[in-house]
């Protein structure tokens, strides 16, 4: 299975860090060879996207296959890399939900999108409510509260 960037994060942060992604402006620019403005058209009348990229600067001896404690710290439970969301992942792949600001050509810029200056962008959704949490109220454990509470 080959998977091909639809494009790239230009703009942002540059370094990888953390936390403190709201304010945090970027721009996905399509690859002009691939896609005309018109595979953009309609996504202006949503006010979320969801973005799948690709962890790029994770060398894959870093990846990780088994548990550990989120961010290496230890008051934090020893969890498995599916039951966090950290960059060392598997296949690093990334999921970011992201506001979107505009759409000016083959450009969608947005706000807290967690991808640093020149990730590949995979993949760009609109995010619809139905897509969110059903039924019961969405639950997860206090350390991951605890870790996301500066993120954003």
């Known amino acids: ?12 942060r540059v370094p990888v860090e953390d936390d403190d ?6 721009v996905i620019r399509l690859d002009a060879e691939r896609f005309g403005p018109e595979a953009l058209y309609g996504l202006d009348g949503f006010s979320h996207l969801e973005v799948v990229f690709h962890f790029d600067r994770v060398p894959p001896e870093r990846v990780e296959t088994g548990a550990r404690h989120p961010r290496g710290n230890q008051d934090w439970p020893l969890v498995g890399i599916f039951a966090q969301r950290g960059k060392n992942r598997p296949n690093r792949l990334g999921v970011s939900r992201c506001t979107l600001l505009r759409v000016d050509g083959l450009d969608v810029h947005v706000a807290g999108l967690d991808a ?14 139905e897509f969110g949490p059903r039924g019961e109220q969405a639950r997860q454990p206090g350390w991951a509260t605890e870790l996301m509470k500066g993120y954003y």
């Open 116 to 129: 640093v200056d020149g990730t590949p962008v995979l993949d760009i959704k609109p995010w619809m409510a």
């Open 1 to 12: 299975m080959g998977v091909e960037p639809v494009g790239y994060v230009v703009g942002g």
């Open 21 to 26: 992604w709201a304010g945090v402006e970027a």
